[in-house]
């Protein structure tokens, strides 16, 4: 089976030429998602590095501070919401006339809950799968981005790392909570996922509450 969901510190991203370039696999499928030893070192490393922090106030965020929603950041003729579709999704059909820029249908080997979902492109069915950020904009903002310029603030929201396709209804769950108030309901990946999320804010230096860092050292000391 192939599985584009990647794991931090162990997939590699791949920027291809022509449209829905960005690639990203693991060896394996939903259920082989628990980072290696060294993996976990250092995503445990980089989490010891992390600012410690409160909060900063919500006040002022908005989605559009973080550019226009899944803009064709890296060029290729395709918005970032359909490069990552294309990516994390499997058989997937696409929109003639649009050099599979346009994903119509796909399944979806989710990684939050293990289940496969069909994806169907249309206003009614889109939702099933959405595209989550593992460190959410809003979380983000409270926690260094209000400092931060508007054209890194829109390479944050459209960077391959902090995308993930998902199932719909749990990023809505998950809404913009951090990792000291909601994880994956699937165990099994809560490893790849807090690795991510900590590959994430090491790279562009969002910091963590102290809960948050508990929490996350809490996960990774169990995988």
Not at 92 to 111: A, N, Q
Not at 113 to 120: M, Y
Not at 168 to 185: M, R, V, Y
Request: hydrophobic share 35%; net charge positive.
């Amino acid at each position: 089976m192939r599985v584009r969901a990647f794991m931090a510190g162990l997939a590699t991203v791949t920027m291809l030429a022509g449209c829905g370039g960005l690639e990203a696999r693991s060896s394996g499928g939903v259920s082989d998602a628990k980072p290696d030893s060294a993996a976990v070192a250092d995503a445990k490393k980089k989490l010891g590095e992390l600012e410690v922090k409160g909060r900063a106030p919500k006040t002022g965020f908005d989605r559009d501070k973080f550019g226009p929603a899944w803009s064709d950041v890296d060029r290729n003729g395709c918005d970032t919401r359909n490069d990552i579709l294309k990516r994390d999704m499997e058989d997937e059909t696409f929109k003639s006339g649009t050099h599979d820029c346009i994903v119509l249908t796909g399944t979806l080997e989710d990684p939050y809950s293990g289940k496969t979902i069909t994806f169907k492109r249309g206003q009614t069915t889109s939702s099933a799968v959405q595209i989550d950020h593992l460190v959410p904009l809003s979380d983000a903002w409270q926690k260094g981005a209000q400092q931060w310029s508007a054209t890194k603030r829109k390479e944050f929201a459209n960077d391959p790392l902090n995308l993930l396709a998902v199932d719909g209804p749990l990023n809505g769950q998950k809404s913009d909570s951090d990792a000291a108030t909601w994880l994956p309901p699937r165990k099994a990946y809560r490893c790849a996922y807090i690795a991510r999320q900590i590959d994430v804010k090491a790279k562009y230096g969002v910091w963590v509450t102290s809960a948050e860092k508990d929490a996350m050292k809490g996960i990774l000391d169990s995988c």
